[in-house]
C-alpha cells in the first residue's frame, strides 16, 4: 500500500489529502494518507471524527484519512511528502523530514513563500537541505482557495517538476472529478507566480479596505503581475506560465475573493489596522505579510522594478501610511505600458 504523509493539517494541507483520497477512491487505488498537525485536539478530531472543523467547517474527510502529531511517525515509510507548512517554519521541520525520509520519496510543496533571510524558494530550501535532485521535487499551484474544493468546487491547477514523469506522477495522484491538474517544468516560473500574488492581493485589500472602485483594484492587478512576470523572467521562469494556471489563474482567484487570506489581510490594512494587529485577527498565515520583504530584496538585487510590492512592503513596516498607497503608485513616471 503506498503511503502519502501531508505535513501541515490547516485548510489547504487538510484539503488537498482529501484531494488525494478522492483520487485514489476514484481510481481504485487506495493509499494510506496521513496528516500531520502540530496540535492533538486536531489530529484526533481528523482521525476519530473525520472533520476538521477549525479549517474546513463541517466537511467530511474519507476514512482513509489519518492524523498524527508526530513528524517522524508520518514521514516514515511515505513514497509521496506533501508540504503545505508555513515557508518561514518550513527549514525547520526539514531535519527530522531528513532522518526519516525514503530514499525514493518524491517532495510536493503547496507553499507560496519566499524564505525570508535567504530570499530562497521553497523548492531550493528543500533541496539544499535534504539533497534530493530536482526531479524529486514538485510544485503545485493554482487557483486553488481551500474552502471551495473542499466543497468539491471545480477547479484546475498546475503540477510543476523538472522531471515530467514526477510531474505526470503527482498529477495521477490528485485528479480527480473537481480538481484537474496540467503539468508542466517551470518549477522558478510557477513558484513566483504564487509567491509574488500574495503581496499583490495584499494590495488589493488594502484597496478594499480603504473604499477604493474596481478600476484601482483592477488596475493593481494588472501592473501586478506585469511585476511578476519581470521578476520571474529574469530569474529563468518561462513567459507562458504567467498567462496560465498559477499565473493569472491564481492572481485573479486570490484578489478577487473572500476567501483569499492575503486580500483579508489587506482589506484590514486598508481599514487602518496595524500588521500585528491584522495579523492577530487572521487565523491562518497570510503568506504575502511574511514573504513581501524577501520578494522586494530579490527584486532589488536583480534590480528589477516592483512598486506595488515594493509599497506594500513599506505599509507592513509603518513606513507608509496606508491612505498613501494608491497616490504613491499613480506618481510614478510616465513609460509605456510593456516597461
Known amino acids: ?133 530536482p526531479d524529486r521535487i514538485a510544485v503545485v499551484s493554482g487557483p486553488n482557495l481551500a474552502m471551495e474544493i473542499a466543497r468539491e468546487e471545480p477547479t484546475a491547477s498546475v503540477v510543476a517538476c523538472a522531471s515530467e514523469q514526477t510531474a505526470e506522477r503527482v498529477a495521477a495522484l490528485c485528479k480527480n472529478q473537481y480538481f484537474r491538474p496540467y503539468t508542466n517544468t517551470d518549477v522558478t516560473g510557477v513558484e513566483i507566480a504564487g509567491i509574488v500574488k500574495n503581496v499583490i492581493a495584499l494590495a488589493v485589500g488594502i484597496c478594499d479596505g480603504q473604499k477604493l472602485g474596481d478600476n484601482s483594484k483592477a488596475s493593481v492587478i494588472t501592473r501586478g503581475l506585469a511585476e511578476t512576470t519581470r521578476l520571474a523572467t529574469v530569474l529563468g521562469g518561462r513567459l507562458e506560465t504567467f498567462s496560465g494556471l498559477a499565473g493569472l489563474g491564481d492572481l485573479v482567484a486570490t484578489c478577487a475573493s473572500p476567501l483569499s487570506r492575503n ?67 499613480l506618481a510614478r513616471d510616465l513609460k509605456a505600458e510593456g516597461r
Open 1 to 133: 500500500m503506498t503511503k502519502i504523509a501531508v505535513l501541515g493539517a490547516g485548510s489547504w494541507g487538510t484539503t488537498f489529502a482529501k484531494v488525494m483520497a478522492d483520487a485514489a477512491v476514484l481510481g481504485g487505488d487506495l493509499p494510506s494518507i496521513m496528516l500531520w498537525a502540530r496540535r492533538e485536539e486536531v489530529a484526533a478530531e481528523i482521525t476519530d471524527s473525520h472533520s476538521n472543523a477549525t479549517y474546513l467547517g463541517e466537511t467530511r474527510l474519507p476514512e482513509m484519512i489519518t492524523a498524527t502529531t508526530d513528524l517522524a511517525e508520518a514521514v516514515h515509510g511515505a513514497e509521496i511528502v506533501v508540504l503545505a507548512v508555513p515557508a518561514q517554519s518550513l527549514r525547520s521541520h526539514l531535519q527530522i523530514i531528513r532522518e526519516n525520509l525514503e530514499s525514493s520519496a518524491v517532495l510536493v510543496s503547496l507553499i507560496k513563500g519566499l524564505e525570508r533571510g535567504t530570499d530562497l524558494r521553497m523548492s531550493e530550501v528543500i533541496a539544499a537541505e535534504l539533497g534530493v535532485g
Open 263 to 329: 486580500r483579508s489581510a489587506g482589506r484590514l490594512l486598508g481599514e487602518g489596522l496595524t500588521a500585528e494587529e491584522a495579523t492577530a485577527q487572521l487565523s491562518q498565515t497570510a503568506e504575502g505579510m511574511k514573504s513581501g520583504s524577501a520578494v522586494v530584496e530579490l527584486a532589488r538585487q536583480h534590480e528589477i522594478e516592483m512598486p506595488i510590492c515594493e509599497a506594500v512592503v513599506a505599509v507592513l513596516d509603518g513606513k507608509l501610511p496606508v491612505d498613501r498607497l494608491a497616490s504613491l503608485l
